[in-house]
């Protein structure tokens, strides 16, 4: 039998095409996609022999590269005991372990940690823990959310209706997606002076609405796949005291942002600020498995334990995975014993020199960089299939989306691939 990293079969691409549905692609008239049969450290190797720089970290979740001997031993170790067992009833190291990094290096007050699968799941456990805070406290009319414009949550029904009511799919799934109120989004870039009249449409929805509101939901200062964009993080802190001011939970997801990506451990870092609950995904496990966390404070968590029916109501079957939790713990730990900080800020400063060209390009309407993000804003949106195919092309993997040519690169990338990287950004951005 063939191993499962190779192709079988008379046409396994075909296959493929006819059979595999791919992220949001048609099943008509799919995009080309690539075949990769192995990744080590910063490369995707493909099926033909050629090689690929990961500018992507599979979608910003591979921080450490691929195949890493960490990670590798973490999971071997693991597998040697138990891949997993149930969470009901049952509890493992890998688990207890896990939670203790979470508890630990999140702000402070974030003390109870939810394991569940994906990044998805976890917002609608933090969309979850916050009606069931306040109908805990009998406050029943509490149940709509508040976000801001150009967000991304996920894709499973209760994430999608705090997505972009524009861009998001709303407009698609019309009335099953559950109303809620959005407030514009803060214009204000990232270390620019604040302008506090960013503040009032989120205040007036907060003054006429608030006892109809259960929590505020956002990105703090990324808003990743709704828009690459990085604002004030004076505007998060105002957030939180017009959370506070109103009594509504603030919930901060940091699936995109957390472990490191933006220059602190969690983006919400930048403003001094902390959530009442908080999601991390994505880049938890380095991205070897799917695992998602969702924390909240002893607040949040007694709350709803002392209303009926005195548990949260949320126990998905792969829970706390086990294999998982071994790998993100290894990840995590890996990640704090090196100087992380310095890694980003090196690349960051790679990408603010190497991208900035960039912005003579008429095509273009803006270039910026936070932390290990680099992005090229276009004026109009791109053909993505048609930029995969240049990069490619060019030994890239980068993977634009709308109007976006950035990259997130895994941190251990090397000075010379991160500049072929760049490099060939702002050589397919001139091509526009
Ligand atoms: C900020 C944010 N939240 C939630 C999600 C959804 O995560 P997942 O794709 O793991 O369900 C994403 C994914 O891109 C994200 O960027």
């Known amino acids: 039998m063939p191993a499962a990293n190779e192709f079988s079969g008379s046409d396994p691409l075909q296959f493929d095409r006819k059979h595999l549905w791919h992220p949001y692609a048609s099943m008509i ?35 450490h590269g691929y195949n890493h001997p960490v990670l590798n031993a973490a999971a071997q170790q693991q597998l040697a005991a138990m891949s997993n067992v149930m969470f009901g009833g049952l509890t493992h190291p890998a688990a207890v372990k896990l939670g203790q990094l979470l508890v630990n290096l999140t702000p402070a007050p974030l003390t109870k940690v939810f394991f569940s699968d994906s990044g998805s799941v976890a917002v609608e456990i933090a969309i979850k823990m916050a009606l069931q805070f306040w109908i805990a406290h009998g406050q029943h009319k509490k149940n709509k959310l508040l976000t801001i414009r150009g967000g991304y949550h996920g894709d499973t029904f209760m994430a999608m209706s705090v997505c972009d009511p524009v861009e998001g799919m709303h407009q698609l799934f019309g009335s099953v997606v559950a109303q809620q109120f959005f407030a514009d989004k803060p214009h204000t870039k990232f270390g620019e002076p604040f302008d506090d009249s960013e ?14 509101i259960a929590a505020l939901i956002l990105e703090p200062i990324v808003q990743a796949a709704g828009g690459m964009h990085f604002y004030s993080a004076d505007y998060l802190q105002q957030v939180r005291h017009l959370c506070d001011d109103y009594d509504v939970l603030l919930i901060c997801d940091e699936i995109a942002t957390g472990f490191g990506r933006t220059g602190k451990l969690f983006a919400c870092e930048h403003s001094g600020v902390s959530p009442d609950i908080m999601c991390l995904g994505k880049a938890i496990t380095g991205g070897y498995l799917t695992l998602a966390a969702t924390l909240c404070t002893d607040r949040i968590a007694n709350g709803i334990c002392s209303g009926k029916p005195g548990a949260l109501m949320h126990g998905p079957t792969f829970m706390a995975n086990a294999l998982a939790c071994a790998i993100a713990c290894a990840s995590i730990e890996l990640l704090i014993s090196q100087p992380w900080q310095r890694t980003v800020r090196n690349i960051a400063q790679h990408l603010r020199e190497g991208l900035e060209p960039a912005r003579a390009l008429s095509s273009i309407a803006d270039v ?21 195919q240049q990069f490619v092309d060019r030994g890239l993997w980068v993977r634009p ?32």
Do not use: C
Not at 38 to 59: C, H, P, Y
Not at 369 to 381: F, K, N, S, T, Y
């Open 401 to 432: 989306f709308g109007k976006f040519i950035y990259t997130m690169p895994p941190f251990v990338i090397g000075n010379n691939d991160l500049e072929s990287v760049i490099g060939g950004m702002v050589e397919v951005a001139a091509l526009l």
């Open 29 to 63: 008239d799919p995009s080309p996609v690539y075949p990769v049969v192995a990744a080590n450290g910063v490369r995707l190797q493909l099926a033909d022999g050629r090689e690929l720089i990961d500018g992507t970290s599979s979608w910003w979740s591979a921080m």
């Open 199 to 212: 503040l009032d449409s989120l205040k007036k929805i907060l003054i006429d609405h608030h006892e109809d």
């Open 368 to 388: 910026r960089v936070l932390g290990a993000i680099g992005v090229i804003e276009m004026r109009e949106p791109v053909n993505v299939a048609q930029l995969q």
